[in-house]
């Protein structure tokens, strides 16, 4: 056996080990690059972002590896890496996964390795994402239309707001949300930005949607971490005795599932009309909007569960007229049937398979409170049917 040979299944050996079988930054299974220079094995994808910071990285399998790097790599690994370089990350801090976008990934890295932000050391002046006070100006999406200008926004963590003003110079604010209510879904693919960042919350019985970018990766990735930070302290404040381990999923969360769908009538023979739809499974609801960058939702159904009267199946309208697509699904609810309608057969399942996983899981007091409320807004709404 030659010594490349050699060196080569050393490392293949390495990266079978339970603390190296992941890439030390994403996840991702069975990462076949390594940095020599920080002794961590990574993915395809992390290895260029580490590529791009200068740190010198090589393929376990392609690449010729010398003798000292190998010696190199048997005494440091990503568990000796993660004891250093990730000593101290707030619970609120996004670990991003490895199908998360490039730039949650990016700043991850680059704040683990080039700015050392999670080894324990006092940072002067403190990280922005940790002050409790966050203010700056971001690019947001006009209400009605489809120009982002610039706002100034402020997260204050002490009041549990964030507010946003039309001018830098303004006297009083466009707008004060609620920490309480408030979401943020970075870089959803619907905005076509990779900076992109909604925010959603509750305003009166509606839903609202801010659609919001910066120019630079890392002022983005730190304004969703400084929105996690207050999410985490009013959810600490909200639930003084729950764990880290029950309330960091809470904190923000992404849509289920998203895509358009066709929608009739209540009594299903209105004509069938294309409407946006985003499930929402932490809150149990489905939204629908004319479009989806839209402000406001059209109207919200609530996804309780098969013991309490819901229910979702494939099924094939018999009088709604007007659908261009074939692959229907009937939702189940205890007060009406809903009917939607897939291009494709793959959504059609997809949609099954989302509504079902909400459907399965036991519904909370918070949950019974909700249902209430989607039940009086959909009676109180003259307009429902005709959305």
């Not at 990574?42 to 690449?63: A, M, P, W």
């Amino acid at each position: 056996m030659s010594n490349s040979e050699k060196n080569k299944k050393i490392l293949l050996e390495l990266v079978k080990l339970p603390e190296n079988s992941r890439c030390a930054d994403c996840g991702a299974a069975d990462p076949d690059w390594a940095s020599y220079k920080l002794g961590v094995f990574v993915c395809l994808n992390c290895s260029g972002i580490h590529r791009s910071l200068s740190s010198r990285v090589k393929s376990i399998r392609l690449d010729f590896w010398e003798d000292d790097l190998v010696e190199f790599m048997k005494s440091a690994g990503n568990a000796k890496a993660r004891s250093v370089y990730e000593k101290d990350v707030p619970p609120f801090y996004y670990r991003p996964q490895e199908t998360d976008c490039s730039a949650l990934r990016e700043q991850w890295i680059r704040a683990k390795y080039q700015r050392m932000e999670f080894t324990g050391g006092i940072k002067y002046p403190p990280l922005a994402y940790t002050t409790g006070m966050f203010e700056g100006l971001l690019l947001k999406k006009g209400r009605d239309n489809t120009t982002y200008l610039k706002r100034k926004f402020v997260l204050s963590e002490r009041d549990f707001t964030l507010t946003y003003y039309n001018k830098e110079d303004s006297k009083g604010p466009k707008a004060v949300i609620s920490i309480k209510d408030l979401n943020a879904n970075f870089q959803p693919q619907k905005m076509n930005h990779p900076h992109g960042l909604q925010i959603t919350y509750q305003r009166d019985d509606h839903i609202r949607n801010l659609y919001v970018y910066h120019e630079s990766s890392e002022e983005i990735v730190a304004w969703y971490n400084a929105i996690r930070a207050a999410r985490y302290a009013y959810l600490k404040t909200a639930y003084p005795t729950g764990s880290d381990e029950e309330l960091v999923p809470k904190i923000t969360r992404n849509f289920l599932k998203e895509g358009y769908m066709e929608k009739t009538g209540p009594l299903q023979k209105e004509p069938f009309k294309k409407r946006w739809f985003s499930l929402d499974s932490q809150n149990r609801k489905l939204l629908y909007f004319k479009n989806p960058l839209d402000a406001e939702e059209l109207g919200v159904i609530f996804v309780g569960t098969e013991s309490y009267g819901y229910s979702v199946k494939v099924c094939i309208p018999k009088h709604a007229r007007g659908n261009k697509w074939k692959f229907g699904i009937r939702v189940e609810t205890p007060e009406r049937q809903f009917m939607f309608m897939c291009e494709q057969e793959r959504e059609q399942k997809e949609w099954l398979d989302a509504l079902k996983k909400v459907m399965s899981r036991p519904m909370s007091p918070q949950d019974y409170a909700g249902e209430k409320r989607a039940l009086k807004r959909r009676t109180a709404s003259e307009d429902f049917m005709r959305r």
